[in-house]
């Protein structure tokens, strides 16, 4: 019996090794600026990150197409820190919070992010990328910051021609009839809020807010004195002004129950409340203006205190998709011009490549 086991150890031991073999086996080698390999455990790695998005396995020839795209992004970003193309990382943080802010409608700093997904999901932001794109925070950043460099780099290349690519005033004008019930304001108003952080003396907190709160209502001190004393270094508080949907992601986004900000939506123009509790600060909030739903005109303004209007907004968009498609097909074209024997060395082709890419099938 011993003998049948140590058997059975040795085979696991063998058969783990041999897939740990398999997972370094080069495929392919980038020469462009440096020697960079392409490993079977990289590739892999990012076709979970398509196969996670796109909810099922990825065929042999999928994972060849992910291989060949792989290559083309490592020989563009070789090319584009050649050519001393950087970006700083505080970009990258600065990039991957509009993307996190724009999907929940709110916009929000990373901790907060991190603490609105742990309140409603349980789970930390760690988590959720690695459940929905197959990498955690600092890899999901690595991730953007290469795209940038790269995307970068394809603009440095092609500024003149990218900047034709604009729409028409009649392509403007049929993507608002096109899309015209999508135009729509919903209920919102802007509300200025003070919150005093409870640290470790909750009671100091409490009463430097209703100090604030009284400061206020006796219009001793106005919004804009109190927006900018809250940015003085040790100030002990935060205060500003911002406008909200009448949305469950706004609500979330400031802390606040739902069911509570619709109580404040019910109230008067000029409405302060009185000092409120929550888990973490003590806050008070004011209406300064409100705004009701309707569907917007072409050349009314899309949001409330800005001056971009219907047509501005749809002739910003448009242009991004078409320069997006722009670059995409500038990068496609200086992939097919770097992707040269002398740069590119295919490890692994025909039978032996289909065999390590096996995996999962």
């Given at each position: 019996?011993?003998?049948?086991?140590?058997?059975?150890?040795?085979?696991?031991?063998?058969?783990?090794?041999?897939?740990?073999?398999?997972?370094?086996?080069?495929?392919?080698?980038?020469?462009?600026?440096?020697?960079?390999?392409?490993?079977?455990?990289?590739?892999?790695?990012?076709?979970?990150?398509?196969?996670?998005?796109?909810?099922?396995?990825?065929?042999?020839?999928?994972?060849?197409?992910?291989?060949?795209?792989?290559?083309?992004?490592?020989?563009?970003?070789?090319?584009?820190?050649?050519?001393?193309?950087?970006?700083?990382?505080?970009?990258?943080?600065?990039?991957?919070?509009?993307?996190?802010?724009?999907?929940?409608?709110?916009?929000?700093?990373?901790?907060?992010l991190n603490d609105l997904i742990k309140n409603s999901q349980g789970i930390t932001l760690d988590e959720l990328l690695i459940q929905q794109a197959g990498m955690n925070v600092a890899e999901y950043k690595n991730y953007l910051k290469n795209q940038l460099i790269a995307q970068q780099y394809v603009l440095s290349l092609n500024q003149n021609e990218m900047q034709k690519a604009v729409p028409s005033d009649e392509e403007i004008r049929l993507f608002y009839e096109s899309n015209k019930s999508s135009f729509v304001w919903n209920?919102?108003?802007?509300?200025?809020?003070?919150?005093?952080?409870?640290?470790?003396?909750?009671?100091?907190?409490?009463?430097?807010?209703?100090?604030?709160?009284?400061?206020?209502?006796?219009?001793?001190?106005?919004?804009?004195?109190?927006?900018?004393?809250?940015?003085?270094?040790?100030?002990?508080?935060?205060?500003?002004?911002?406008?909200?949907?009448?949305?469950?992601?706004?609500?979330?986004?400031?802390?606040?129950?739902?069911?509570?900000?619709?109580?404040?939506?019910?109230?008067?123009?000029?409405?302060?409340?009185?000092?409120?509790?929550?888990?973490?600060?003590?806050?008070?909030?004011?209406?300064?203006?409100?705004?009701?739903?309707?569907?917007?005109?072409?050349?009314?303004?899309?949001?409330?205190?800005?001056?971009?209007?219907?047509?501005?907004?749809?002739?910003?968009?448009?242009?991004?998709?078409?320069?997006?498609?722009?670059?995409?097909?500038?990068?496609?074209?200086?992939?097919?011009?770097?992707?040269?024997?002398?740069?590119?060395?295919?490890?692994?082709?025909?039978?032996?490549?289909?065999?390590?890419?096996?995996?999962?099938?």
């Amino acid at each position: 019996m011993k003998k049948i086991i140590l058997s059975l150890l040795i085979f696991a031991a063998a058969f783990g090794m041999a897939f740990a073999q398999s997972d370094i086996q080069v495929l392919t080698v980038i020469k462009y600026n440096k020697s960079e390999s392409i490993t079977v455990k990289q590739l892999k790695a990012r076709c979970e990150t398509y196969q996670k998005q796109m909810g099922k396995k990825l065929t042999l020839d999928e994972k060849k197409m992910v291989l060949k795209s792989l290559t083309e992004e490592k020989l563009i970003l070789q090319a584009a820190q050649k050519a001393g193309i950087t970006i700083p990382d505080s970009a990258v943080d600065q990039y991957f919070m509009q993307g996190m802010s724009q999907q929940i409608g709110v916009n929000v700093t990373e901790k907060e992010l991190n603490d609105l997904i742990k309140n409603s999901q349980g789970i930390t932001l760690d988590e959720l990328l690695i459940q929905q794109a197959g990498m955690n925070v600092a890899e999901y950043k690595n991730y953007l910051k290469n795209q940038l460099i790269a995307q970068q780099y394809v603009l440095s290349l092609n500024q003149n021609e990218m900047q034709k690519a604009v729409p028409s005033d009649e392509e403007i004008r049929l993507f608002y009839e096109s899309n015209k019930s999508s135009f729509v304001w919903n209920d919102m108003m802007k509300m200025f809020i003070v919150l005093v952080p409870k640290g470790n003396n909750p009671e100091a907190a409490r009463l430097k807010t209703n100090d604030l709160l009284n400061k206020f209502v006796s219009k001793k001190v106005t919004v804009e004195q109190l927006s900018v004393q809250s940015q003085a270094e040790g100030s002990g508080f935060q205060a500003g002004e911002m406008i909200l949907p009448k949305t469950e992601a706004s609500a979330a986004g400031i802390g606040m129950p739902y069911a509570n900000l619709l109580k404040v939506f019910a109230q008067d123009e000029g409405y302060v409340s009185e000092l409120q509790e929550t888990k973490d600060d003590f806050r008070f909030i004011s209406v300064s203006k409100k705004y009701a739903a309707k569907i917007l005109a072409i050349s009314d303004i899309v949001q409330p205190d800005t001056t971009v209007t219907v047509y501005d907004y749809i002739r910003a968009n448009l242009t991004q998709q078409k320069q997006m498609v722009f670059v995409q097909q500038a990068a496609q074209k200086l992939a097919d011009d770097l992707n040269k024997p002398e740069y590119v060395e295919a490890k692994k082709t025909g039978a032996a490549l289909d065999k390590l890419l096996e995996w999962g099938d």
